[in-house]
């Protein structure tokens, strides 16, 4: 059973939003999703959906394209994006949920979810260089759910976590100290599209992995997570190995000096 995350798949089925115009590689962008998903994620596999979810606007609009995301394989863990103005609060969207049987939806919103041997943490975020009064306080209070989805996390397990917005901005994040206090080695964002996505690599800061999943990002292909942190341990593996070997050497030569 394996870990997945996918962000913006931007459905509308029920209303009129074609996102081919944000390019050609969005055009027929669901049946892209559904072909990449069921190939790839199996139905005992958990796939985060990393916001920007439906254009909707409310539960009943997103109902279409929610019934899509449940036709595909595997439990889904559904994080909110700035476009997802259908989202409603926890209680009305179980409802809704238990309403049409989908029982493969969680909502990851002010908690921690626990799968796949994951604590899976995360919070919308929000755009990190924006200076203004209203933006700082939004600001806080992302990094206060932030902060509230970590401490819910299980203390012994690997903590990952999701925005939807990009958390850092030329090398600087209000979200880093959090990250860091909790010591999150994980991080996987959305949002960036065309070319600002094609320009965003993975990156690294301050012992943390960033991944930008967008569905254009990803070729509309949900990424293993699982698989980064089997590359994560094998690499920390190689560094502890090469550590042990530096100061067998370093000892050795003092034990002959002596
Ligand atoms: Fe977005
Ligand atoms: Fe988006």
């Given at each position: 059973?394996?870990?997945?995350?996918?962000?913006?798949?931007?459905?509308?089925?029920?209303?009129?939003?074609?996102?081919?115009?944000?390019?050609?590689?969005?055009?027929?962008?669901?049946?892209?999703?559904?072909?990449?998903?069921?190939?790839?994620?199996?139905?005992?596999?958990?796939?985060?959906?990393?916001?920007?979810?439906?254009?909707?606007?409310?539960l009943?609009?997103a109902?279409?394209?929610l019934?899509?995301?449940?036709?595909?394989?595997?439990?889904?863990?559904l994080?909110r994006?700035?476009?997802d103005?259908w989202w409603e609060t926890h209680a009305k969207m179980q409802r809704f949920f238990d309403e049409?049987?989908w029982?493969?939806f969680y909502i990851?919103h002010?908690?921690?979810?626990?799968?796949?041997?994951?604590?899976?943490?995360?919070?919308?975020?929000?755009?990190?260089?924006?200076?203004?009064?209203?933006?700082?306080?939004?600001?806080?209070?992302?990094?206060?759910?932030?902060?509230?989805?970590?401490?819910?996390?299980?203390?012994?397990?690997?903590?990952?976590?999701?925005?939807?917005?990009?958390?850092?901005?030329?090398?600087?994040?209000?979200?880093?100290?959090?990250?860091?206090?909790?010591?999150?080695?994980?991080?996987?964002?959305?949002?960036?599209?065309?070319?600002?996505?094609?320009?965003?690599?993975?990156?690294?800061?301050?012992?943390?992995?960033?991944?930008?999943?967008?569905?254009?990002?990803?070729?509309?292909?949900?990424?293993?997570?699982?698989?980064?942190?089997?590359?994560?341990?094998?690499?920390?593996?190689?560094?502890?190995?090469?550590?042990?070997?530096?100061?067998?050497?370093?000892?050795?030569?003092?034990?002959?000096?002596?």
């Open positions: 059973m394996a870990l997945y995350v996918l962000g913006d798949p931007h459905l509308s089925f029920s209303v009129d939003k074609p996102m081919d115009i944000f390019g050609a590689r969005w055009k027929n962008h669901a049946e892209k999703i559904k072909k990449n998903w069921n190939d790839t994620v199996g139905n005992e596999d958990t796939v985060v959906l990393a916001g920007d979810l439906s254009w909707g606007i409310s009943e609009e109902k279409e394209d019934a899509f995301l449940h036709s595909l394989a595997g439990k889904k863990i994080l994006g700035n476009h103005y049409n049987g029982d493969d990851l002010n908690t921690s979810i626990f799968a796949e041997g994951f604590s899976l943490c995360g919070t919308r975020g929000w755009n990190v260089s924006e200076g203004g009064e209203q933006d700082q306080k939004i600001l806080r209070r992302e990094m206060q759910r932030l902060e509230h989805s970590l401490s819910a996390a299980k203390a012994d397990a690997e903590k990952i976590v999701f925005f939807h917005f990009p958390p850092m901005e030329n090398d600087a994040s209000p979200f880093l100290p959090i990250l860091k206090k909790y010591g999150v080695r994980l991080c996987y964002y959305g949002h960036l599209h065309g070319t600002k996505a094609l320009n965003t690599a993975s990156f690294e800061q301050d012992g943390i992995q960033f991944h930008l999943i967008s569905c254009d990002a990803v070729s509309f292909t949900p990424r293993c997570v699982s698989d980064d942190f089997q590359g994560l341990t094998a690499k920390n593996k190689q560094i502890s190995q090469k550590n042990h070997r530096f100061w067998r050497k370093l000892l050795s030569y003092f034990i002959r000096k002596s």
